[in-house]
């Protein structure tokens, strides 16, 4: 860039006088009996190049302090032109470029007050602990939820629970857990998850606390519900025929003479209703018991080839096809995992039977990082309908006339104890699709 007119012009005007002084003072020294023409000549050089370094100099102090308000952050600094000073075009682009750093200023001080704002009002509680093992509360919904402690240590939330105050303590991350905390409102379940941040080259965690115990509550009372529509309606259903033997035993009994045999038939038909009853309410007690996981890690591909084996011994008719990648482990209590998917076999079996179609049945393990992610049951039976989706995991729920809608639920019950989901497709080929998801 270069210099403008005017400050070129006045830059001339100063070099011009300083060299006609010049020549003043080497004339005034050559000349004798000029002494006095001398120091005038002298002040003349010393004004004038005084003038010529001031002019020089006044774009220096402007660019200067132009640099200085950079640094101190002060976008609204503008390029002095004023007074002579040059650079022009230099001085409009730096103004330009000022304006443009104050906007980007202003839209990120925009997104970080939106940031900040939306960090303080979400309903997760948020809490940060630094590399010196401080921790701090993040938003609204964390000094709401932890009130009663004192200090910035994790052993200082050990009132809210020993678990939740270790976990603080921990380094590193740890995946979605479910805690019980203490709190002013009383003991409640939330989910707990830390992360780690890098931040300027030192390491910081975060932990979001969600309390869940409303929805748990929630989801508990449907539960209750479901369960209840169940259990009345197959008690019921075992109840009806017991009366109504019972009844026309009584009756038989008070003819004279009364028909011993049909009073042996009745009673013998309502001691087998009876005995239903009984392994139906046995049934129930087994379903109400939660399945202690004991984790292990084991090779996929033998254990699907054990099952593999032991479904063919109770179904030789019919083809089960596995496919797995070779080297797959699977983490897992192994015993609780093979009833869960016998009982999934066993049911795929049974519809592929009843549908007489392609007698055929495919279990699947597919995953990644040498970690099976997912094992997936699929038969060729008619498939359930959407409506009895929802349903068929609920316990003694079933459409067989046969069936004790017990197997399905222990499914599941063995899954979320792996802390897993579960849920149930369309086959691509017709049927039913049951997927576990192992994490």
Do not use: C
């Not at 230099?90 to 925009?110: E, I, K, T, V």
């Not at 033998?302 to 070779?326: G, Q, T």
């Not at 316990?395 to 792996?418: E, K």
């Amino acid at each position: 860039m270069g210099f403008d007119q005017r400050f070129t012009l006045v830059l001339i005007g100063w070099i011009a006088a300083l060299l006609a002084a010049l020549s003043a003072l080497a004339f005034a020294i050559a000349t004798p009996d000029l002494a006095a023409a001398r120091i005038v000549a002298g002040a003349l050089v010393a004004g004038a190049g005084y003038g010529l370094a001031r002019h020089v100099d006044r774009t220096n102090r402007t660019v200067g302090r132009f640099i200085e308000a950079l640094n101190f952050g002060d976008f609204a600094m503008r390029f002095d032109r004023s007074g002579g000073a040059g650079f022009a075009a230099l001085g409009q682009s730096l103004d330009d470029a000022m304006r443009r750093l104050q906007a980007n200023r202003d839209r990120s001080a925009d997104e970080q007050r939106f940031l900040e704002t939306l960090v303080d009002d979400m309903p997760v509680a948020l809490l940060t602990i630094d590399h010196q093992n401080s921790v701090r509360l993040a938003n609204k919904a964390a000094r709401r939820l932890f009130t009663a402690h004192a200090g910035a240590r994790p052993a200082d939330f050990a009132v809210y629970g020993e678990t939740f105050a270790a976990r603080l303590a921990e380094d590193g991350e740890r995946p979605a857990e479910l805690l019980l905390l203490r709190s002013t409102a009383g003991p409640q379940r939330a989910i707990v998850r830390i992360a780690t941040l890098e931040r300027l080259g030192l390491t910081s965690r975060v932990v979001t606390v969600e309390p869940v115990q409303g929805t748990l509550d929630a989801i508990e009372m449907a539960a209750q519900t479901d369960l209840v529509r169940v259990l009345t309606h197959e008690i019921l259903n075992s109840l009806t025929p017991v009366t109504s033997l019972a009844s026309s035993a009584a009756a038989v009994l008070d003819d004279d003479p009364p028909d011993l045999a049909l009073a042996r038939t009745a009673v013998g038909t309502l001691a087998r209703r009876a005995e239903g009853l009984e392994k139906f309410v046995r049934s129930y007690r087994s379903v109400a018991n939660v399945p202690d996981v004991r984790r292990q890690k084991f090779g996929a591909e033998p254990f699907l080839r054990d099952l593999h084996r032991l479904f063919v011994v109770d179904w030789p008719d019919l083809r089960l096809d596995i496919a797995v990648e070779p080297g797959l482990t699977i983490e897992a209590d192994p015993d609780l995992l093979a009833q869960a998917v016998i009982n999934l076999l066993r049911n795929a079996a049974q519809a592929t039977r009843e549908a007489a179609r392609d007698q055929s049945i495919a279990l699947t393990a597919t995953g990644d990082n040498s970690v099976v992610r997912r094992l997936t049951v699929t038969d060729s039976g008619k498939g359930i309908p959407d409506a009895e989706r929802r349903d068929i995991f609920l316990p003694f729920y079933t459409t067989r006339a046969q069936g004790t809608g017990v197997g399905l639920n222990l499914v599941r019950q063995i899954v979320i104890a792996h802390g897993w989901t579960i849920d149930v497709g369309e086959a691509p080929g017709g049927g039913a699709e049951f997927r576990l998801y192992l994490g």
